[in-house]
C-alpha cells in the first residue's frame, strides 16, 4: 500500500518561506509524477505544482509561479514543495498526490492516485 505524509507545514508571517516534504512509503518514488495541490474551507482543490518523474519542465500554478519551487529526490522517496515570499493568500492545507497514469504531469487531481492527509500553512501579514 502507498502511503504518503506530508510535513514542513507551519504558521508563519508574510515574506517568509517554507518547504514542504512528502515522503512516500510502500513503493518505489521512481514511476511516480508528484503533484501538490491546496484546498481552503469552501473552496475546491487548487493545483500548485507538479514534477514528472524525469524532473522535466516542471509545471505551476500562476499564482506561485516565481515563487515555489518543486523538486524530488528519488533516492529519499521524498518531494519537495520550497515556498518563498509567502502571501496571506497562500494560507491553505497543502496535499501532495502521485500518480502514474500520463506519461509527464498534470493538474489533473483525478490523474493521481494516491494523496497524503496534507499539512496546514498559514500566512499572516
Known amino acids: 500500500q502507498v502511503q504518503l505524509a506530508e510535513s514542513g507545514g507551519g504558521s508563519v508571517q508574510a515574506g517568509d518561506s517554507l518547504r514542504l516534504s512528502c515522503e512516500v512509503s510502500?513503493?518505489?518514488?521512481?514511476?511516480?509524477?508528484i503533484g501538490w495541490f491546496r484546498q481552503t474551507p469552501g473552496q475546491g482543490r487548487e493545483f500548485v505544482a507538479c514534477i514528472s518523474r524525469r524532473r522535466v519542465a516542471p509545471d505551476y500554478a500562476d499564482s506561485v509561479k516565481g515563487r515555489f519551487t518543486i523538486s524530488r529526490d528519488n533516492a529519499k522517496n521524498t518531494g519537495y514543495l520550497e515556498m518563498n515570499n509567502l502571501k496571506p493568500e497562500d494560507t491553505a492545507v497543502y496535499s501532495c498526490a502521485v500518480g502514474t497514469t500520463v506519461l509527464t504531469t498534470t493538474r489533473d487531481p483525478t490523474m493521481y492516485d494516491y494523496w497524503g492527509q496534507g499539512t496546514q500553512v498559514t500566512v499572516s501579514l
Open positions: 510502500g513503493r518505489d518514488l521512481n514511476p511516480f509524477y
